[in-house]
């Protein structure tokens, strides 16, 4: 069964340095998201990526995030210059919006530690 | 950001028996609903979902019920298993107002004991 995969899964940074994280996902899906969430807080959206361009963003997602679609597999978020507070864990998910069904398929996560 | 409420912050049921999880919401644009499963440390994994044109919503031991007049949907697992054992995420998408965001509930624990 396909699945979204995200690298890495554990990333260890300290406050200031960007971050790039990875995600591959489903092939033939074509709406990407990303999700991030806070120990012992809900998963929040962040941004939805369709035809290369942002579809939708949060209040959260402001000028310090960014992603990008580089090739036809990956899809990355950055973090320009994390803070404590960008600790959390990061899910990627994709959806086939053919479907009428929506399903947004997640990956494992990357758990992502500010210090 | 309280628009979907799971109360209930944990449930436990014997093996068998149902497993009943409930899921609030307030706003009256979302127009569907999913109910993701999560391990420790994994992905949330998606389990079922309904449209606001369905009250009910079966897959085999999964069905969900949506009262649209209450905002209300529930998740009822039928017969519960250990290996049901997991966060279980309420989540809503208001598909004529934005694409793409979901937005969850706080999640229940779920305990089968064998």
């Known amino acids: 069964e396909p699945e979204v995969t995200q690298t890495p899964s554990h990333q260890v940074t300290q406050m200031g340095q960007e971050v790039i994280l990875r995600c591959v996902p489903i092939?033939?899906?074509?709406?990407f998201y990303w999700y991030r969430q806070i120990l012992g807080q809900k998963v929040e959206f962040l941004v939805s990526f369709y035809n290369n361009e942002i579809s939708e963003k949060s209040e959260i997602f402001d000028d310090q995030f960014s992603v990008e679609r580089p090739d036809g597999s990956n899809f990355t978020l950055k973090i320009r210059s994390t803070k404590l507070e960008d600790s959390a864990m990061y899910f990627c998910?994709?959806?086939?919006?053919?479907?009428?069904?929506?399903?947004?398929?997640f990956g494992p996560g990357t758990r992502l530690l500010v210090l | 950001d309280q628009q979907v409420k799971q109360n209930s912050p944990s449930l436990s049921v014997q093996e068998g028996r149902i497993s009943i999880l409930n899921c609030d919401y307030t706003n009256s644009m979302f127009d569907y609903f999913l109910w993701y499963k999560k391990y420790p440390a994994e992905g949330p994994t998606f389990l079922i979902s309904?449209?606001?044109?369905?009250d009910k919503n079966e897959d085999g031991r999964f069905t969900v019920f949506l009262n649209k007049s209450a905002k209300h949907l529930s998740l009822h697992i039928v017969p519960s298993q250990p290996g049901d054992s997991a966060v279980y995420f309420c989540a809503a998408y208001a598909g004529g107002t934005s694409y793409g965001k979901l937005t969850f509930g706080q999640g229940t624990i779920l305990t089968v004991h064998p």
């Open positions: 998910a994709s959806s086939d919006p053919s479907r009428i069904q929506e399903t947004q398929y």
């Open positions: 092939s033939n899906h074509l709406y």
């Open positions: 309904i449209s606001s044109i369905k």
